[in-house]
């Protein structure tokens, strides 16, 4: 059942089918969602589950498909090359010039837009590449051309973003710093269309997430949401009884009066409480195992 669409949708998708030339099934079948502006989609999965078809038609590097597409306001057929001028792309294997530095390539990939451009250092310094601006890309690391990537993805300032394990690559302080840019240009009104299987990138930017399995969408909801539904109340105990660190989680059951976990606590024996929600990876495992 496709998802209701609204004029503030930057992207709406109803029935799409994709199969490849020679392919005995379709590779994307059925497929309704839609993207408001401002929202961070992400688009989860296992590998070979239709994710990166579905990328490809949204880039319009793939146009042999069947059902309907609108993206920023258009049939995404009736967009032709200055549909560019509009969106920025960053996948996980860059488009790159090895043997130019950090500011070269921006600078060619800015002489390729006809609008305005962002300040290529100012890119730089946003994904902390500054002090590789004169670097070669031949010496570059893959977390190096991952952040470039990025950069390279904001420099027309688009109103659509389509991005591709931004964090791969990086370290945790480099990963979170990625996140607070890809959530500052949402918050400026951009679209951001994210694939990943970083679930702590999911958790932290997605404003809802779509799981999809073997070609279709199998679920749409808040990350939030999602935690909660797959989720099972109760409470993680660590305690010590003897000298020996215990871990264990307790039901509903097991938290009024009387109960054992309220006996460790009166004892003194518990040195921490938590309740206990769903990962998202739990989500992940419990969504594509049901359905694969």
Known sequence: MAESTTT????SVA???VRYRGASGDAVRQMDFTVAQGEV????GPSGAGKSTVQRVLTRLLRSYDGHVRVLGRPLPAWGRDYYEHIGVGFELPAEFTRLTA????EVFASLYRGPVADPAELLDRV???AAAHQRLNTFSKGMRMRLSLARALLNRPRLLFLDEPTSGQDPVRAARLREVIRAEADRGATVFLTTHDMRTAQDLCDRLAFVVGGRIAAIDTPDGFRRRY???G???EYTIGGRPFRRTFGLEDLGAGGELSELVTSGAVTTLHTREATLD???AAITEVRL
């Open 8 to 11: 503030d949708d930057v992207i």
């Open 15 to 17: 029935d799409l089918r």
């Open 41 to 44: 989609f992400g688009f989860l």
């Open 103 to 106: 500011s070269e390539n921006l």
């Open 128 to 130: 902390d590449l500054e």
């Open 231 to 233: 989720g099972r109340p």
């Open 235 to 237: 409470v993680v105990a």
């Open 282 to 284: 739990d989500v992940f």
